[in-house]
């Protein structure tokens, strides 16, 4: 099965309407990247994919993945340089947390939206949206692997 048949054409709407919302809060930029298998650390993985989306060109340098294998059941969340010198170190922890719980339960749509929702309302206080000044960077469109 090709990752891009995984989500129903329902559920990729979903995910794109979660991000549209979420960036109506921050000016981060969001996107989601899905594929079959990783090979190795799914963090190294998203980096390589952060960086052929060129999600590290945005002026914020303000970009945040979330990547998802779905037939290893791996997953990480990666914000640019410029979120990570603004917040604590375990600023995505409690993001992974309430995915996991639902990507366990087989919710994986849920489980995106839900942390798609909760990355917008928090950079929303390192990164709020102006909408004199903001644009949108980056595709909101699921990118597939």
Same mark, same amino acid.
């Not at 963090?43 to 294998?69: C, E, P, Q, W």
């Not at 410029?82 to 719980?101: C, H, Q, R, S, Y």
């Not at 990355?119 to 004199?132: I, R």
């Given at each position: 099965?090709?990752?891009?048949?995984?989500?129903?054409?329902?559920?990729?709407?979903?995910?794109?309407?979660?991000?549209?919302?979420?960036?109506?809060?921050?000016?981060?930029? =969001?996107?989601?990247? +899905?594929?079959?298998?990783? $090979?190795?650390?799914?963090?190294?993985?998203?980096?390589?994919?952060? /960086? %052929? #989306?060129?999600?590290?060109?945005?002026?914020?340098?303000?970009?945040?993945?979330?990547?998802?294998?779905?037939?290893?059941?791996?997953?990480? =969340?990666?914000?640019? +340089?410029?979120?990570?010198? $603004?917040?604590?170190?375990?600023?995505?922890?409690?993001?992974?947390? /309430? %995915? #996991?719980?639902?990507?366990?339960?087989?919710?994986?749509?849920?489980?995106?939206?839900?942390?798609?929702?909760?990355?917008?309302?928090?950079?929303?206080?390192?990164?709020?949206?102006?909408?004199?000044?903001?644009?949108?960077?980056?595709?909101?469109?699921?990118?597939?692997?």
């Amino acid at each position: 099965m090709k990752p891009k048949d995984y989500f129903t054409p329902a559920q990729q709407g979903q995910i794109v309407e979660a991000i549209e919302q979420a960036e109506r809060q921050t000016s981060g930029e =969001i996107r989601v990247h +899905v594929e079959w298998e990783c $090979k190795g650390s799914p963090l190294d993985r998203a980096a390589r994919i952060f /960086a %052929m #989306l060129k999600m590290h060109k945005t002026k914020l340098r303000n970009g945040v993945l979330f990547y998802l294998s779905l037939k290893d059941h791996k997953f990480a =969340i990666l914000g640019d +340089v410029g979120i990570n010198v $603004k917040v604590p170190e375990n600023f995505w922890d409690t993001i992974k947390e /309430a %995915m #996991l719980a639902d990507f366990k339960e087989g919710r994986l749509t849920e489980g995106l939206v839900k942390g798609i929702g909760m990355a917008g309302e928090q950079l929303s206080a390192h990164f709020p949206f102006d909408p004199n000044t903001d644009t949108n960077e980056l595709s909101d469109e699921i990118s597939f692997g």
